[in-house]
Nanobody
Framework: QVQLVESGGGLVQAGGSLRLSCAAS????????MGWFRQPPGKEREFVSF????????DYSGAVKGRFTISRDTAKNTVYLQMNSLKPEDTASYYC???????????????????WGQGTQVTVSS
């Protein structure tokens, strides 16, 4: 059974920082692109960021570029999302995702996702 478990969410003031972690178990994700999506209250889930299996390529949505940084530790089968300069509009449930197959490079649409985590809540107060 594949499992992705997020942690690190919480309540933070605007301008603050949080680091989300996503630990993968049940299957080795070292050759899979992994990423993060988020779902703000009352809105559709949206792409945030992805990182390829070797870390050679990353991508970010325009809303978070320059403030968020994605990274991965293959030895720990863990992906991180460092979120700085947080804004109230970053408030959302954040979901870790893994690509459907090892050969898939981009992970910017829900259709490319093969596994989801359960989500972790991030709330940014103004």
């Amino acid at each position: 059974q594949v499992q992705l478990v997020e942690s690190g969410g919480g309540l933070v003031q605007a301008g603050g920082s949080l680091r989300l972690s996503c630990a993968a178990s049940g299957r080795t994700f070292t050759t899979y692109t992994m990423g993060w999506f988020r779902q703000p209250p009352g809105k559709e889930r949206e792409f945030v960021s992805f990182i390829t299996w070797n870390g050679a390529m990353t991508d970010y949505s325009g809303a978070v570029k320059g403030r968020f940084t994605i990274s991965r530790d293959t030895a720990k089968n863990t992906v991180y999302l460092q979120m700085n300069s947080l804004k109230p509009e970053d408030t959302a449930s954040y979901y870790c995702a893994a690509a459907k197959s090892p050969g898939r490079v981009k992970l910017s649409t829900e259709g490319a996702v093969g596994s989801w985590g359960q989500g972790t809540q991030v709330t940014v107060s103004s």
